[in-house]
């Protein structure tokens, strides 16, 4: 699997030739029959070529190669994934401060390319719940076993369908109000 931007593949195979002229190398996509060339091929060994390309679509692709004396070749899957992975829209930091034993009403978290998204460090306010959803989630639920303010710190993982992933740190406070008193004269 990679991005849009210009990208290195290494490709394994037998009988590549001739490191003076490496194969060509092209990236059929298997949706559109597009053909898109490599940027540059580099020439490792006899198994091992270097292509780089830049793939503007998303989709999954054939590889195909062809030696200078005209032997060529293309896998029988599509082999390459191009797809962008999950960027997130909601920024990092605080999502609020909320009072305990009060509802956390519906909060959305959201990131593009992403079809769920996990809880992969910290903690979650005690009521909290994160809904996974594709493209957004939300954390809702009502505050509960909190007994001073504190801020609850935590890192969300969004996922996209090909495994790709992008992680963003959040906090949320609860808040008991002031405490103690005071004399006014």
Not at 102 to 109: A, N
């Amino acid at each position: 699997v990679i991005e849009n931007t210009q990208t290195a593949v290494t490709i394994t195979g037998t009988n590549f030739k001739d490191s003076s002229t490496p194969p060509f190398v092209d990236a059929i996509n298997s949706s559109t029959g597009a053909i898109v060339t490599a940027d540059s091929v580099s020439f490792t060994n006899a198994t091992t070529v270097v292509a780089t390309f830049t793939l503007p679509v998303d989709g999954t692709y054939f590889l195909r190669l062809e030696n200078n004396d005209g032997i060529a070749c293309r896998s029988g899957t599509a082999l390459l994934t191009v797809s962008d992975a999950p960027a997130w829209t909601t920024s990092a930091g605080s999502l609020g401060t909320f009072s305990n034993g009060g509802s956390f009403g519906t909060i959305t978290i959201t990131a593009t390319n992403s079809v769920s998204m996990a809880k992969v460090s910290g903690t979650f306010p005690g009521g909290m719940t994160l809904n996974s959803g594709t493209g957004s989630s939300t954390l809702t639920g009502t505050e509960s076993g909190s007994t001073q303010t504190t801020t609850y710190n935590f890192t969300i993982r969004a996922t996209d369908a090909e495994g790709q992933t992008a992680d963003r740190a959040f906090s949320i406070t609860i808040s008991h109000g002031s405490s103690g008193g005071a004399m006014f004269s």
